[in-house]
């Protein structure tokens, strides 16, 4: 009787602690939700306003202006430059570092540099802000007479140092995950170690970098105030690098330091500007996912 | 004709040793850009930062003269953010990581879960303050308070912890789960009295780590509305709030080079905070895998 009791309670309890925890599982189910919910609900206030049409064509954004317009491009624009220019920086640095480490370094010298490359990772990016505004760009400006003090080529850069650890640890892991007996063959065929690197790990180890890659380009259209502080705040169409533009989240951030009504026109852009930030990077992760999970189904 | 082949050779194997060299070169060169970036990084910081950094410095509130101007509304902002951001968010996500690898059933539901959390993993981090800012500051009417703020880290950290402290699950031997079972303990009992114990280090890892992402965030507090004036330390979880990485952002974006020196002061303060924590992740992790290696033998 009193065992049975016990029991009951022992049942009880475990039940309890499983509907808990399965709270908590839930509890990122719902911040996906609050997040699509939150920027659908404004952005279709803010297309009730503004045709769809408008938002996709129109080559201006002056939306404080008294002549408003609400053309995304310029910002568009500026975000996939500034990730342009931070991939042509993290790419050829990140691939050569890793091939380096996977396929030429000791085991202690992959220990110890790893782990320092990726505290770049772990410093804030206000500080990558601070240092693209006040010492990579007076640099640039001694090699480049006509930069102007904001631009996209700075920051670039400095987000190319940023991104860098990202494709290196994940292509290097790739690249360490390829079979050893692929490497063995090809060393047998007489080929030398640069050859064994290009010509058989990379390439067996493609979905891998590729992964990283597109990874590295979403985590750099996301990247804020490495912008916000050194790209300037200026909806420009061009291409150009040496000019100020505005990015996507800097847009975002300026509004969100002014003092805009809840509901207005202006708090809607906002979201918006979220939602084609949110789709965006939600294609590149989904994809970069897949490409990683395929990789590891063919060799981890 | 052997002669010619024997040529031949030597000049493909020159060339092979000629590729090797330059690709040496370039890797090394590669790896000193890399390297050689974060040392001018940390140069550049200490030289503009140090000699303004004194205890006045760090005791007193902001103010609109450079020289009088100090960090402390911006440093018990971060503390209190990061207190309430870890107290919500860290039984959150171990109680995921814990259903997720003890209790859920590998069907659609764990699969959508599991995929969820990766794909939140990647949202970019201003994403989160417009949710917090429509959720937290509007809906729920907490105003631009610590609260608000702190809920809106605690999401976004969330993933991590999730990921980190499964992986740590993951790592305790089936032998373990199977000796508790076999003397009749529950499944929260082997999991309370045993795997929790031994994935400990490695849940801490994920910890701190997200501690460290959390210090440094920036984009979603602004963008919830958190102060970038304050000269007050928080009274309480409804309080306004600013921490350190806006209160830089501040002194950044105004023109007097005095607030500049305060900027860089401010993050000698924040890179050592975040990197010291790191380092603490990367030793723990290091430790850890050690001791779990030795085990599993």
Not at chain 1, 191 to 199: G, M, T
Not at chain 2, 231 to 253: D, E, K, Y
Request: glycine share 8%; aromatic share 10%; hydrophobic share 55%.
């Amino acid at each position: 009787m009193f065992d049975s009791n016990k029991k009951k309670i022992r049942v009880r309890k475990e039940f309890l602690v499983k509907f808990c925890l399965f709270f908590c599982g839930a509890v990122s189910i719902f911040t996906t939700l609050g997040i699509v919910a939150v920027l659908l609900f404004e952005t279709i206030s803010f297309f009730k306003e503004v045709p769809i049409l408008n938002f996709l064509t129109d080559t201006q954004w002056t939306p404080l202006f008294v002549n408003k317009h609400f053309g995304i491009s310029p910002l568009f624009t500026a975000t996939i430059l500034t990730a342009a220019i931070a991939m042509l920086v993290a790419i050829p640095l990140g691939l050569l570092t890793a091939i380096f480490l996977s396929e030429y370094a000791s085991q202690g010298v992959r220990r110890i540099l790893k782990p320092i490359l990726e505290v770049l990772a772990g410093v804030p990016t206000i500080v990558y802000g601070y240092f693209a505004l006040f010492f990579v760009t007076p640099l640039l400006q001694k090699l480049i007479p006509g930069l102007h003090g904001f631009n996209s080529l700075s920051p670039g850069i400095v987000m190319g140092i940023m991104i860098l650890p990202l494709i290196l640890s994940l292509s290097e892991d790739a690249m360490y995950a390829v079979p050893q007996s692929l490497r063995d063959a090809a060393f047998a065929l007489g080929s030398s170690r640069l050859q064994v690197a290009l010509k058989v790990v990379v390439p067996a180890a493609f979905s891998g970098i590729t992964a990283s890659f597109i990874l590295a380009v979403s985590r750099a259209v996301g990247e804020t105030m490495l912008m916000a502080i050194a790209a300037g705040q200026m909806p420009n169409l061009t291409l150009n690098p040496l000019v100020p533009i505005e990015t996507m989240t800097t847009y975002i951030v300026q509004i969100s330091l002014g003092d805009t009504p809840y509901g207005t026109l202006e708090y809607q852009t906002i979201f918006a500007v979220g939602m084609v930030l949110f789709l965006f990077t939600f294609v590149l992760n989904i994809v970069g996912g897949k490409l990683r999970g395929k990789f590891r189904e063919l060799y981890v | 004709m052997n002669n010619s082949v024997a040529y031949d050779l030597s000049v493909l194997i020159q060339k092979q040793k000629q590729g090797e060299r330059l690709f040496k070169i370039a890797a090394l060169a590669a790896v000193i850009i890399s390297l050689g970036t974060l040392a001018a990084l940390v140069a550049d910081v200490f030289i503009d930062g140090l000699p303004r950094l004194d205890w006045k410095f760090i005791s007193s509130f902001p103010s609109r003269k450079p020289q009088e101007a100090g960090i402390l509304a911006a440093l018990a902002g971060s503390f209190y953010a990061i207190i309430l951001t870890a107290l919500v968010a860290v039984p959150i996500g171990v109680g995921a990581a814990i259903y997720l690898e003890e209790y859920a059933q590998k069907n659609w539901f764990s699969r959508f879960i599991e995929l969820n959390v990766a794909n939140l993993a990647g949202v970019p981090s201003i994403i989160y303050g417009l949710l917090g800012l429509d959720l937290f500051v509007r809906a729920m009417g907490l105003g631009r308070s610590l609260l608000a703020g702190s809920l809106t880290l605690a999401l976004l950290v969330l993933p991590i912890i999730i990921i980190t402290a499964r992986e740590a699950i993951r790592t305790v031997p089936l032998s373990i789960r199977d000796a508790a079972y076999a003397l009749g303990a529950t499944r929260w009992q082997m999991i309370k009295d045993h795997v929790l114990p031994l994935s400990l280090p490695g849940i801490l890892t994920g910890v701190i780590l997200s501690v460290s992402r959390a210090i440094g965030e920036t984009a979603p507090l602004i963008t919830m509305g958190a102060l970038t004036y304050v000269a007050f330390v928080p009274t309480g979880p409804l309080s306004p709030f600013t921490v350190l990485p806006i209160q830089i952002f501040n002194w950044v974006s105004r023109p007097q080079k005095g607030f500049h020196a305060c900027a860089a002061a401010g993050i000698v303060i924040l890179l050592l905070v975040t990197l010291f924590l790191n380092a603490a992740a990367i030793f723990l992790r290091n430790h850890y895998q050690k001791k779990f290696s030795a085990r599993s033998l």
